[in-house]
């Protein structure tokens, strides 16, 4: 029962965020490369079926072939918080992707920080034995300006360990002594350019509350394939002592589980400190997933009454 109310209250705060007011918006697009302005049939294509799943009414989509552009015109509630940027969000490619992840205290991964001497700023080795940071995670910063070329710089040093990849965390997150900083990730590739579950395994993803801590969380669906891969990855996880899997959205990390066990059925779950409306926004990116190419906004209008 109580679980029902949560979920009642829940979806009843989700409709909070729907239209009342509708106001048409148009947007003009173009592929970014020349090569792909024979496909705007398959991108038109792409966009009715996110517009349909978003629940856009009233949607139509123009080509102008000798342009080589397309205009979408639909109506949006600008009254809302999330009106504009979720109506913007259908024009996004996201990507995303669950990653096998290393450890500081891996062999290879302890022997290279050791031998950098400047290590000491960046990391406090003496906090992961104590448990305060995940194994995973290589140190953090707080300035965000900086998160680039720390990354770049760590990624020379640490060149020689195989397939290696270092992402930073979405949004800054406090750590253990009151500290708050972007968190700084050891993924590993092994030797691929694209992991081995990612959103085009995806069917489904949904914002619902969490039924014991009643906080907002992104639960998502894989296809058969997806199911079977995920099945095999989260096992031979579990049976590495644990090991996590980094879950990565647009190259930023928003979750880093422990697998404990084989998980079957391709599901997975997404939880952390997300508010009603970042947990629908991220939901609605792993659902839309990426667009057939890279495309351009030249223009967007909106109709003034």
């Not at 490619?93 to 290590?119: C, F, G, H, K, Q």
Request: glycine share 4%; hydrophobic share 40%; with cysteine.
């Amino acid at each position: 029962m109580n679980q029902f109310i949560t979920t009642l209250i829940f979806s009843l705060l989700m409709l909070t965020c729907s239209c009342q007011n509708l106001t048409e918006v148009t947007t003009v697009v173009k592929p970014q490369s020349s090569e792909d302005s024979g496909k705007l049939m398959e991108l038109k294509t792409t966009l009715e079926q996110r517009a349909k799943k978003m629940n856009f009414r009233k949607t139509t989509i123009e080509i102008d072939d000798p342009k080589s552009t397309l205009t979408l015109t639909t109506e949006v509630d600008l009254e809302t918080q999330t009106g504009l940027s979720r109506y913007r969000s259908m024009f996004k490619s996201n990507t995303l992707e669950l990653w096998e992840t290393y450890r500081v205290n891996d062999p290879e991964i302890s022997e290279a920080l050791l031998a950098m001497p400047e290590i000491d700023r960046f990391l406090d080795f003496r906090q992961f034995e104590l448990g305060y940071l995940p194994l995973e995670m290589l140190g953090f910063c707080d300035d965000e300006s900086l998160l680039q070329a720390i990354a770049d710089s760590l990624s020379i040093k640490l060149s020689n360990i195989p397939n290696l990849k270092l992402m930073w965390t979405y949004e800054m997150d406090r750590l253990y002594g009151g500290e708050k900083g972007y968190q700084l990730f050891l993924i590993n590739t092994t030797g691929l350019s694209e992991a081995k579950v990612n959103d085009t395994h995806i069917t489904e993803a949904t914002a619902e509350p969490d039924s014991y801590s009643m906080e907002p969380q992104i639960l998502f669906s894989m296809n058969k394939e997806g199911a079977k891969i995920w099945r095999e990855l989260t096992r031979e996880a579990a049976n590495n002592e644990n090991r996590s899997i980094a879950i990565v959205i647009n190259d930023k990390v928003y979750s880093v589980p422990r697998v404990m066990s084989e998980i079957s059925g391709g599901k997975c779950a997404i939880s952390g400190a997300f508010s009603l409306i970042k947990a629908d926004e991220i939901a609605t990116a792993i659902s839309l997933g990426r667009l057939p190419f890279p495309i351009e906004i030249l223009e967007e209008k909106i109709l003034k009454d």
